[in-house]
Every structure is written in C-alpha cells, then in structure tokens.
C-alpha cells in the first residue's frame, strides 16, 4: 500500500511536493503578450498559469484528461436521510457503465476519460452514530483504492462520487472537524423531505456527540465518520499531488472529502480547484471555510463530477487562449497607452 | 431596409414574436424521465427548455452556433476616455481575420462560426458631447447591418462586440435610459488610469446633460449617445427574434446594447441569456436593472463576445445531458421514494 498508517499520510502532508514557479513565471509572461489588456480573460489567465505551475511545463497541455467517480455505501442510510433506497448506487454505477448519466456526456463533451470506481457496494460502512464508520484498515484500504486509480501522466484530474447518503456523512466530516451544527451543515441533498432533513440533522449530531474523543485527529475523523468514496477521493489527490497533476473538485461530497488533509495541512489545496459550488446548502460555506473560489455557479446538486467535469471545459478555454493567441508584436496590435 | 424608422422598431417591439410553449412543456417532460434527482443539473436544465422554447424543437440542437463581432469607432475616443488609441479597433479587426485573438480560439473550441463586421472604422461617430453620435439614418443603417448578419437556420447566437472607448458609450446609454451618475456606471473599461477615468465620468455626464430633451425616447438615445456596433448589436437581437434563435450576450456593451429595446418592452431578453458578468463595474449592476443573472461570473472584462462564446460550452453542455442521458426506467433507476 502506499501509505501503511494514517501517520504516513500525516507525514506526506506534511511535506507536500511543490509546483514549478519558473513554469508558472515563464506563462505569466506569455499572457503579458498576448493581444489582450492585461489581466482582462480574468480567471482564465490565472487558471493557465496554475496549469503550467503544477504539470510543470511552460506550454501546459490538457491531452490525457481523467474524470474519476468513486462510488460508495453507507450505514447510516438506514437512517432515512436520503430521498432514494441504497441500491440506487449500484443503479447508477450501472447507468455509468452504460453511458447514460450526466457524466458520461459531459466527458465525451470535455474530452474526458471516465475513470468509475465503485468500492465495496454490497458492504456499506458502519452507521457512524453508534460506530466507526471504517476501522484504520478499511479506511487505508479507501485510500488506496484512490491512489492507485491515478494515472501518472495525466494531464488533469476532476474527482466526483456517487453514494446515497453520502451529502450526510459530508456534512458530518464538516460538523465535526469545523463545528457548527447539523443544521449548519445539512442540505436536502438529492431531495429529501422535512422529516428526513430533521433525521439528518439529527444523525450529524448524534454522530459527532458519539466520536467527540477523537474530533482532534483529521485522519482518525476521516475514518470514523467518512465513507469509502471520499477516501478514496482523498487517496487520489495524494496521488495526483505526487505526480504533479492539477485537480478539479466536484461539488460538497467531493470537497468535503479534502477537509481532512487541509485540516493537516492548507497547501493540500494549492493543486486544487473548486470546479463549481453547488445548490447543496453546505458547499459554499465550506468553500469559504477553505478558501476555494468556485469556477462555476449553476445551481447543479448532481454529484457524479458533473460540475468539476464542465470545469474542464472552462479550463480548455483557458489554455485555448493561452496557447493559441497571438502577441502584440505577431499580430501588430498597438499597446495601451501608445 | 428591415426598419425604414425608429417607429418600426418600436411597432416591431411591442408586438414581438414568442416562443413554443409546447416544445418547452415536452423538454421539460423529459427532463423529469432523465436518471438525475429533479432539478439537480440546475441551470443546465432551464437552459435545455429555453433552447427548446425559442428554437421551437422538443429536440434543441446546436449544429449551427454563429458568434458574431461588431466594431465600430467612437468620437469620445478624441476625450482621452480609454487606455488604447482608436487604431486598435482596426488593428484587432485584422487580428480577428488573422485569428489571433482570444474569440478565434473561444470560437473553434465551441465549434461555433465565427463571423466578425467592422462597421464604418473609418468614419467614427460624433462626439455625443456637442452633438448626437448618429443621426436617424446612419442608425437605421446600423441596426440593418446588424439585422443581416444573422443567418435565419441558425441554432444560436452569441453577440459581442470590439470598439475603442465603448465602454465609456454603453455607461452613457445606462445613464441616460436608467439614471444613476457617470460615476456609478463608468469602470476602467481596457484599464484606463484614474485621470481617463475622470474624464470618462465627466463625459457620460456631459453627454446626458446635453442630450437632454430626448431621452424619454429609448431609440432616439440608442441614436444620439450610441454607436454603430451597438445599433448592429440590436439590430443582430431583432432579427434573432423574428427568426426564434436563442441569444448569448456578451459584456457590458453587448448588454447596453440591449437596453434601448428593453426599455420599449422588457419581452426582448426573453429570447436572451446573459453569458456572463463581466469585471467592468457597470455590467453587474446593469444586469440586475435588467433582471439577467449571469452564467458565468469569471472576472473576464475583454469583450469581442468571449464570455459568451464561453458560455456556448454551457449551453453544450445542457444540451448534451438533455438529449443523451438515459431515463430511468431505460436504465432500470429506482426513482425517490421507492
């Protein structure tokens, strides 16, 4: 396994491997070039210049391209937090497979490969409200699934999930490693009801009373109130910090599935990007909580990396304009104030 | 010409076509049917209805997306209101043929046609300080120019504009058809420096001032304290109207250039999306006077139609899901509840 304990993965996040400043410089100064007012393309400029500081390259490239989804059970649907039954995840890892969910035309729209990785379905976590959702082992086992998924050379990475009622275990995560309470956090998710919003309020609560010993320890919580899939989003941008891939998150699942290593450390984010900030009530105050700017605002709640994976469009737009326009000097366009 | 008089326009604005309320209904069935929690893909699924509605196909599609730039010169620009001297216009007309600028790379990754019409460059409009920028006839030449361009098979339209200083000329239209200060409306347009920024304030002021006798009358204000690419910006709307093609608009400019008709009959947006918000400091706040809210909000402040041109991907995006997705009971989904 790549990491054999929870202090393995403390210690890599302590020591995080760092992008190319030279790579990032040398793109700042091409965008100066370019036949545009400075910094008018926005968000686009400093996307191509993260782009380039973690692949690495001056000349950033977007040519191997990978959507991962990771799928997951979990204990506390028995609970009734979710608007639909638990066999709806393997329904629609099938759906996945068949090509006929959102993701699978948003990636053949983005030029994506669709990566989709269901993690013991027919074995959900542990209802965290009365035990640890995995022990240290299922937990590193998660993370390593997610690990191993990532391919060395790819040129970028967006992460989603599917799980019924993993907005809960979400909103747990956040509960218990930013405080705040079960109604801070809790959203309706895919649509559920009064009652069920009140049981989830109260799972989260209940849940975060319960493993109080260890709310200190990042990794410990990620364990016992996390879920199979959100680890192994976690163990995919370990691998994708190693091997110098930029990420794009999904929405409030797939972010809060980060929270733990930016509680060990903020930089796990800086080969990150927020793809979107979705209609689930939690997301956009955690996005605030960790400093992450959303690139897209469209109201989505879908999950499955739908809106990391139409990021990846705003990023190709990006490196379109950064690689393919003209300079002022190519094309003899005056410069401002001439 | 389309428009032999102000008051065809203003007769065409108050009767204008609508779009299918049935092929919307039908769209909006299927969206329920598709393997998503209702209302999960957010705006994507508004955006499917609405391609629906105006293309008046149950089935929307986007084989033929034009985006189409206007350029024009201004006679502000002599008043020192922009950071560029007015020869840009020109020379970034050149850089849109040689394709070199950000639009021509937007252009090709949204596999849209790009078509670009530089009107009159060499024949600036009047500064509308000390006289109307266009009289009856050279506006009615441009909204016919703009009417023109538009090919009636087309699928969608995205509007956008080039022209040196017409920043300053879309916050004088806000001025005078909204109210508000030259302050309150004038931003940094290209990256003017404070002393262009006073001068630009103290020129929508004087120009508001001077035109004041008419500016109960939109389309006489859209004439006087316009310009050329604007009319053909309007023009491009009306003909998108009378032909059912769904409009993307660009920037501040493209969405002044709106303003007059909106102004006659708040209608004419229906068939328009705003393709986003940009970083100038009166397109935000036109928006909202508009009713627009804005698909994407990146701090892009370029124009030459690149924020809409973006939004295309969007709009690919929710068609892609609208037509591929599988229904639920295609895919053997449970639905909520069950």
Redesign the interface.
Known sequence: MQFDSLDDIAAFCRDLPVGDARAADAAALRQQA???????????EELALWLARWQRRESPRLDHVTITVFAGNHGIAARGVS???Q??TA??V??FA?????I???A??AGADLCVVPIELDRPTRDFTVAPAMDVDEFLGAIDIGYRTVPPDSDLLAVGEMGIANTTTAATLCAALLGGSGEHWAGRG??VDDAGLARKRETIETAVSFHRAILGNPLAVAAALGGRELAAIAGAILAARRHHIPVLLDGFVATAAILPLASLNAGIMDHCRAGHVS?ESGHRALLRELGLKP????????GEA?GAG?AI??L??AL??H????TFS?????????
């Not at 690139?295 to 879908?302: F, V």
């Open positions: 370019l036949t545009k007012p400075p910094g008018s393309l926005g968000r686009l608007a639909y039954p066999a709806v329904q629609m099938a759906n068949g090509g006929g969910a959102a699978n035309q948003i053949n729209l895919t649509g209609a690139l897209l605002d469209l109201d989505m709640r879908l739908s139409i469009l705003l190709r737009a379109s304009c690689m393919g326009m003209a190519e094309a003899g366009v005056s410069g401002a104030g001439t």
